[in-house]
Nanobody
Framework: QVQLVESGGGLVQAGGSLRLSCAAS????????MAWYRQAPGKQRELVAD???????IYADSVKGRFTISRDNAKNTLYLQMNSLSPEDTAVYYC???????????????WGQGTQVTVSS
């Protein structure tokens, strides 16, 4: 069984910073893409940033230049450094990973439970 556990969310004032982490655990053979998504109240879940196993990244236009996605492949951990936060960034942030479990022949998509990020004005 593969699990993703996020941490690092919280309440921050506008202009502040937060760093989210997502640790993947369980019987893992390898991890392909990892990503952060977010869902604000009344809105659809949206992609924030994605990173391949080789380190290539993509970002939503709304976070470019403010957020940085990174990963530690040795630790199966994903990060999101969020700077210059604004109230519009308030949402539940979810970790997503495309994982090949041990002794399995294909990849499966896994989600974390989400971590709340609230930015006050």
């Amino acid at each position: 069984q593969v699990q993703l556990v996020e941490s690092g969310g919280g309440l921050v004032q506008a202009g502040g910073s937060l760093r989210l982490s997502c640790a993947a655990s369980g019987s893992i053979d390898s991890i392909n893409d990892m990503a952060w998504y977010r869902q604000a109240p009344g809105k659809q879940r949206e992609l924030v940033a994605d990173i391949t196993s080789g380190g290539r990244t993509i970002y939503a236009d709304s976070v470019k230049g403010r957020f940085t996605i990174s990963r530690d492949n040795a630790k199966n951990t994903l990060y999101l450094q969020m700077n210059s936060l604004s109230p519009e960034d308030t949402a539940v942030y979810y970790c997503n990973a495309n994982v090949i479990p041990a002794r399995r022949l294909r990849a499966y998509n896994y989600w974390g439970q989400g971590t709340q990020v609230t930015v006050s004005s």
